[in-house]
Antibody, heavy 117, light 107 residues
Framework: EVQLQQSGPEVGRPGSSVKISCKASGYTFTDYVMNWVKQSPGQGLEWIGWIDPEYGSTDYAEKFKKKATLTADTSSNTAYIQLSSLTSEDTATYFCARMLGAVMDAWGQGASVTVSS | DIQMTQSPASLSASLGETVSIECLAS??????LAWYQQKSGKSPQLLIY???RLQDGVPSRFSGSGSGTRYSLKISGMQPEDEADYFC?????????FGSGTKLEIK
């Protein structure tokens, strides 16, 4: 069974950074691109970007190029997203999602980030 | 970026009723359209891909159709477990973009 297990809720001060993890199991980690998606409270879904764990290549939505950094550790089958220079606009739930073709066929449970002083 | 305009924003349906949700793309997306269901407090789940292909394990009362810029999701016979938010997503061009969502409730 494909599973994506994300880390727990994070609280960050304005201007700081947070890092969320997404541990994959049930499939070969390097065979699939991993996406990250943002969902602000009560809002819709925004695509942040993807990482190819095999090569470390990435692509980001323009809006997130200076906000998010995607990495992956193939030794632990874990993908990461780091969010920097936090503002209230970053308060949201962040999902990792495996890409099959160009759709997301498996999702993590989500990790909430709250920016608060 | 391709804009996805989803309608309606919300609707309520009686059990057994057939409901439809629509997505209009700002340009042709060549059937590169997926639908996701998100239940309260949960992560989205893939229902339909390539506009009309049912993901494994998804009940057959869900169906997708459309072409060009217009796509729709139909639920034939509303069930209690179908109460959720639904989102469309285009994968024709990067950045991937989603519709704003439809909240479906039981009447």
């Amino acid at each position: 069974e494909v599973q994506l297990q994300q880390s727990g809720p994070e609280v960050g001060r304005p201007g700081s950074s947070v890092k969320i993890s997404c541990k994959a199991s049930g499939y070969t980690f390097t065979d699939y691109v991993m996406n990250w998606v943002k969902q602000s409270p009560g809002q819709g879904l925004e695509w942040i970007g993807w990482i190819d764990p095999e090569y470390g290549s990435t692509d980001y939505a323009e809006k997130f190029k200076k906000k998010a950094t995607l990495t992956a550790d193939t030794s632990s089958n874990t993908a990461y997203i780091q969010l920097s220079s936090l503002t209230s606009e970053d308060t949201a739930t962040y999902f990792c999602a495996r890409m099959l073709g160009a759709v997301m066929d498996a999702w993590g449970q989500g990790a909430s980030v709250t920016v608060s002083s | 970026d391709i804009q996805m305009t989803q309608s309606p924003a919300s609707l309520s349906a009686s059990l057994g009723e057939t409901v439809s949700i629509e997505c209009l793309a700002s340009e042709g997306i060549s059937n590169d359209l997926a639908w996701y269901q998100q239940k309260s407090g949960k992560s989205p789940q893939l229902l339909i891909y390539a506009a009309s292909r049912l993901q494994d394990g998804v009940p057959s009362r869900f169906s997708g159709s459309g072409s060009g810029t217009r796509y729709s999701l139909k639920i034939s016979g509303m069930q209690p477990e179908d109460e959720a938010d639904y989102f469309c997503q285009q994968s024709y061009k990067y950045p991937l973009t989603f519709g704003s969502g439809t909240k479906l409730e039981i009447k």
